[in-house]
């Protein structure tokens, strides 16, 4: 596990667009393993300056989101299809049939994650994941449970994870109640992966994932067991943690 405690949210969003920018540079067809959330907007950004300026091309790219609200269509302001395409996919020349979110329309839970996780298996599996992290610990909407799934499930959020995304909506009872989300199984399949944490509501969670026992109740704990893990923390998410490295 590589850990790097920066400044603040930009230089957090820098280095994490270097290393994706990398990926993509020396594996032209990588598939990426995306996030969505306030945390990875920064990195989107510069990439999106890097492409318009010359310096990546996602032609080859393809890409496989983490999770989906159940009941949001892709059109739907606030699902997680219309954030990747106003932050990153209308903005690069990645082909969008090439880009894959789960279908958050589909009622039959079963169907949808079945045929989730037999798209990134017929994909190869994921090169790189982008992940953010909750205050809980929770990676994709893998929340804090007895148990870790292993693949692509569908999920009832915690009223902490509700009312924390409840910011984006006119209220509370406009967030969903359910949704879909690649299992924890799926996440350590990716052949690397990359947590970015800013602020310091996610500071304990930190410390929990790097020096905690590996719990299902902080779900972003498993991740000590996988072998390639980068780690970007800016100084108020790595507050608990920085005497100790």
Do not use: W
Not at 10 to 28: F, H, T, Y
Not at 95 to 112: H, I, M, Q, S
Not at 141 to 155: D, L, Q, R, W, Y
């Amino acid at each position: 596990m590589v850990i790097y405690g920066v400044k603040d949210y930009q230089e957090m969003s820098r280095k994490a667009a270097g290393i994706i920018s990398a990926q993509v540079i020396l594996k032209p067809n990588s598939v990426l393993g995306l996030a969505t959330g306030s945390t990875p907007v920064g990195a989107y950004q510069l990439l999106v300056d890097a492409y318009k300026k010359g310096d990546l091309d996602f032609s080859k790219v393809t890409s496989v989101n983490l999770d989906e609200y159940k009941g949001l269509s892709g059109e739907h302001d606030q699902s997680y299809r219309y954030f990747m395409n106003a932050n990153l996919f209308n903005h690069v020349n990645i082909r969008k049939e090439c880009t894959f979110v789960p279908n958050g329309l589909e009622e039959d839970g079963a169907k949808e994650c079945a045929r989730y996780d037999q798209l990134i298996e017929s994909l190869g599996g994921v090169d790189l994941q982008l992940l953010g992290i909750g205050g809980n610990g929770h990676i994709g909407f893998n929340e804090p449970a007895g148990i870790f799934t292993k693949g692509t499930h569908m999920v009832t959020l915690t009223q902490e994870t509700r009312e924390a995304n409840a910011r984006f909506f006119s209220s509370i009872d406009e967030v969903p109640t359910h949704a879909y989300t690649m299992g924890v199984g799926n996440i350590m399949s990716a052949r690397k992966v990359l947590l970015l944490a800013s602020g310091s509501n996610k500071a304990q969670a930190i410390y929990d994932t790097i020096f905690g026992p590996i719990d299902p109740k902080v779900p972003a704990s498993i991740l000590q067991l996988h072998g390639d893990v980068t780690i970007i923390a800016d100084k108020a998410a790595m507050a608990l943690v920085q005497d100790k490295l």
